[in-house]
């Protein structure tokens, strides 16, 4: 595997176009590396919304492991796969199987959001308050008064147990998370979006570089940053878009492939790195979003089908995707129209 070595920096890189990734192969000295990931759940379905997650981490470069490398520094504690004593973070589609429970998602985005707040997240409506700031959700039936406990499948003590040791092992290894996002796109403002940019893959990277800015705006560091998001459908192409929402930065596009595109702008001392791509999951930053984006999705198409199932007598739930969602929404046809629910606030139309 080819490498590149930046001028004038102290990073040491793998090679943009045969690596796909920049946090793994990052080997940061003296300063401090911010380390961001982002990915959504949801982008298929025409039923439930839309979830875009980021979580932000510092690296200070410390403990004998490759800065960047957060699976290498965090090993002691940090599985890809569930294990009994282990903290799984992983892709979600690794820990959650639809029937299977949400006990694995919880585990992590539970831990995590513990970890970052200092206090424990109990509530479904609490959950929900940070990833819809704009209070959309409480102009929805199915989301204005519903609530439940969290965890739902894990337990309150091992959430704080794995905290415990997740802040201590962190510390250890020179590794803070920092921030840890969720920005839930219900089907009225996702259909806003794709119809003011054209297309839901526009308006999906349009909700993910947003949600970087904001990261990014509430974020510092002496040092370089990597970012990761997971590819965006079939895009290639992000220079543009990057564009819009940093309009003071000029973007240097370094590749831009199937596999993965890069881009970057900033002073070598503190320059941020940006890379599309695909399985971009196998990031902990990134798995870590996947899991967050994944977990609110979850808990979003319980309360959904809770409202509902109370509506329709004997209506099968559903996870939102094309075909079933065809079946449920013809199921609850005749109740939506008495209660006079208009499709743009239940179907997404693309």
Known sequence: MGWIRWANDVAVLFSARRAGLFFCGAVILLRMTLLIGIDEAGYGPNLGPLVVGATAWRDSGVGGQRSGDLYGRLAGFVSLKPADGWLAIADSKVLYKPGGGLRQLERGVLTARAVVDGKATTRWQELFEAADTAGHRHELPWYADY???????????????????????????????????????????FNDLTDRYGTKGAALSHISIGLLKDLLDRASTSG????????????NRYAALLEHHFPDQPIEMLDESRAASHYQWGPPASR?????????????????????????????????????AVKVDGLRPTAGYPLDAKRFKAEIGAKQQELEIEDRDLWRNR
């Open 272 to 308: 941020v790195h940006v890379t599309f791509r695909t399985r971009g999951e196998e990031e902990l930053p990134t798995a870590l979003a996947s899991m967050t984006a994944k977990y609110h999705r979850e808990l979003a198409m319980r309360a959904f089908n809770a409202y509902w």
């Open 147 to 189: 609530d439940c406990p969290l965890p739902v499948n894990a337990t309150a003590e091992e959430i704080a147990e794995l905290q415990t040791r997740f802040s201590d092992g962190c510390e250890a290894a020179g590794v803070r998370l920092l921030d840890m996002r969720a920005r839930v796109v219900f089907p009225r403002e």
């Open 224 to 235: 370089p940053t990597y970012i990761v998001f997971d590819k965006h459908g079939g895009r």
